[in-house]
């Protein structure tokens, strides 16, 4: 397969476009919007919804870390799904890959770090795949993942700065965001797309217009909205 797998951008935003709570790791909106009467009420629909998504899920260490996964202690419940993770600094610890590796069908760690936590314990779980690159280039990841395990369609949910670089490389096909009824602020607080700013109008063909497929109300004020990336 020469050709990349179709992706979509799944996320969960505030109206103002905002992915966290603030400019913290210890803040992270799966933990803290929950908390947030107005908001909490309807947020179990992101999580539905979140299940009907591709097989294939990427997402980064330091997300995964934000949510808890290196401190959680009781597993979750299983679920039939395909876990892309990459991971780098490490920001994934013994705990956090074990926790992951009993949650998911299959974790695949993609990392440029020779001396990843994660290559200690290959013999130790059957569904821990490692990829490493020398240089990690994102069309080649989707591209292999497409030739190495089959990938038809995959669901990325990583942070502002990997989504940036998703669509800087024009690597995005269709979007779609539930968003809460909550305004966050803060200029440093990540956001659906953050990454390098363009600096001159001759780079306007970076920016990628959209076509709404559908838009829907769902309870207690939420939204969701589904684009297609226009090429």
């Known amino acids: 397969m020469k050709e990349k797998p179709i992706t979509t951008l799944f ?31 309807g947020l179990y629909q992101y999580y539905e919804i979140e299940t009907t998504t591709d097989f294939y899920s990427l997402n980064t260490g330091r997300v995964m870390a934000k949510i808890g996964v290196n401190e959680r202690t009781k597993y979750h419940d299983k679920i039939d799904c ?3 993770i990459i991971d780098n ?23 440029t770090n020779k001396n990843h936590v994660a290559y ?14 020398n240089d990690l280039d994102l069309k080649t990841l989707l591209i292999d993942m497409g030739k190495k395990y089959g990938a038809k369609a995959i669901t990325i949910q990583s ?19 539930v968003i809460a009824p909550l305004l966050v602020g803060g200029k440093d ?17 970076k920016l990628k217009a959209l076509k709404l497929i559908e838009c829907k109300q769902l309870d207690d004020s939420y939204i969701q909205l589904k684009y297609k990336v226009i090429k």
């Open 11 to 41: 996320m969960l935003e505030s109206l103002d476009g905002k992915i966290s709570s603030g400019n913290n790791d210890n803040l992270d909106a799966d933990k803290d919007w929950c908390q947030i009467d107005g908001v909490k009420e």
């Open 82 to 84: 395909r876990f892309i």
């Open 89 to 111: 600094k490490p920001h994934l610890n013994e705990k956090g890959i074990d926790y992951i590796c009993h949650w998911v069908n299959k974790l695949i760690l993609v990392t």
């Open 120 to 133: 200690s314990l290959r013999e130790k779980y059957d569904n821990l795949d490692i990829l490493f690159y």
């Open 159 to 177: 942070g502002g700065t990997l989504n940036g670089k998703f669509l800087r490389d024009n690597l995005i096909d269709y979007v779609n965001v």
């Open 189 to 205: 607080t990540s956001t659906l797309i953050d990454g390098e700013s363009i600096i001159s109008s001759k780079e306007l063909g």
